[in-house]
DNA sequence: CAAGATTGAGAGGTCAATCTTC
DNA sequence: GAAGATTGACCTCTCAATCTTG
């Protein structure tokens, strides 16, 4: 057989292949723990979380769906499962636009802001546990600097890449 | 109402935000759309290539069940239905190990090795044109190398951390 | 009893189709 | 016709429970 001596045509160097495989790997590990620590913390999903940290952040503490959604870089029709579950949990209300009556407007309760507050604890916590604690202020600011760089606009920017 | 006077009590600096964010949203474009284009050129999906992938680089081209597990960072039951899935495809075959009554090889057929070659033209271009190409081969190194910083072990080894 | 593998249940995510409003 | 939102179908993934073998 040839195919053993045969290598992959156009295989990663080894700085591709450690830039690219720790991504992954570092992602898998830290997202999945972060999971398991709020989920034990106080019953808040990671993508519940996100959610309730985009609306926080936003004027009014209030976003449309399709805007959600943009800001998540997430597909729409996930927003609305998302939203759908933390109303029923009284942590966001839906409310109709008034300029727009196609739009749906997602908006923190106070009681979401509650929530999210205290899960920013364990979250904070755990993302520089598990993740920003061993590299020094300059290096994650150089970390910080790549992954714009490799990505430009994906990390500085509110919304990209938008479904369309 | 004093909640909008008050900040988060522990929130992220400018570097531990770019840092993070970075990553999540890097990760989350990039995988995306590379699914994408994996199953539009060969019909594989990101995790049968990622199966696949990890058997090409094994010792005769065979891995146990519980070992594929261990070095995808995925749970055991995953790793089960994918096999499952690749077996009736063709491209793997489930072998008994000898030695171990329990243990279940997942082996590389030569079809398997044929389409995971194919797919891989696609898979590295992609990660290439979406994420590498805007960085210098000293970037390259530098991002990886602060990744296996922030995460010692995680990015070097092939397991890590076992599900236990 | 511990380890390897599998199963069923359920959450996270996408896509295509649909409905309504611009 | 296009944009905003939703629904149904399906893939990815984890967890708890189970079965078998060491």
Same mark, same amino acid.
């Given at each position: 057989?040839?195919?053993? *001596?045969?290598?992959?045509?156009?295989?990663?160097?080894?700085?591709?292949?450690?830039?690219?495989?720790?991504?992954? %790997?570092?992602?898998?590990? &830290?997202?999945?723990?972060? *999971?398991?620590?709020?989920?034990?913390?106080?019953?808040?999903?990671?993508?519940?979380?996100?959610?309730?940290?985009?609306?926080?952040?936003?004027?009014?503490?209030?976003?449309?769906?399709?805007? #959600?959604?943009?800001?998540?870089?997430?597909?729409?029709?996930?927003?609305?499962? &998302?939203?759908?579950?933390?109303?029923?949990?009284?942590?966001?209300? %839906?409310?109709?636009?008034?300029?727009?009556?196609?739009?749906?407007?997602?908006?923190?309760?106070?009681?979401?802001? *509650?929530? &999210? %507050?205290?899960?920013?604890?364990?979250?904070?916590?755990?993302?520089?546990?598990?993740?920003?604690?061993?590299?020094?202020?300059?290096?994650?600011?150089? #970390?910080?600097?790549?992954?714009?760089?490799?990505?430009?606009?994906?990390?500085?920017?509110?919304?990209?890449?938008?479904? *369309?």
């Amino acid at each position: 057989m040839s195919t053993r *001596e045969r290598p992959e045509p156009d295989a990663f160097s080894p700085t591709e292949f450690a830039a690219w495989r720790g991504m992954l %790997r570092v992602h898998a590990t &830290v997202t999945r723990e972060l *999971e398991r620590r709020l989920a034990e913390a106080g019953g808040l999903s990671l993508s519940d979380y996100a959610l309730l940290i985009t609306l926080v952040g936003a004027p009014g503490r209030r976003l449309s769906m399709s805007e #959600l959604a943009r800001r998540m870089l997430l597909h729409p029709s996930r927003i609305t499962r &998302v939203v759908g579950r933390l109303e029923q949990e009284g942590l966001v209300a %839906r409310q109709a636009d008034e300029s727009d009556a196609r739009s749906v407007q997602a908006v923190l309760t106070s009681k979401g802001l *509650e929530q &999210v %507050r205290v899960a920013q604890i364990t979250h904070h916590a755990a993302v520089r546990e598990l993740y920003l604690a061993r590299l020094t202020e300059a290096e994650r600011h150089t #970390l910080g600097g790549l992954l714009e760089k490799a990505m430009p606009g994906v990390v500085s920017s509110e919304v990209w890449p938008p479904y *369309e």
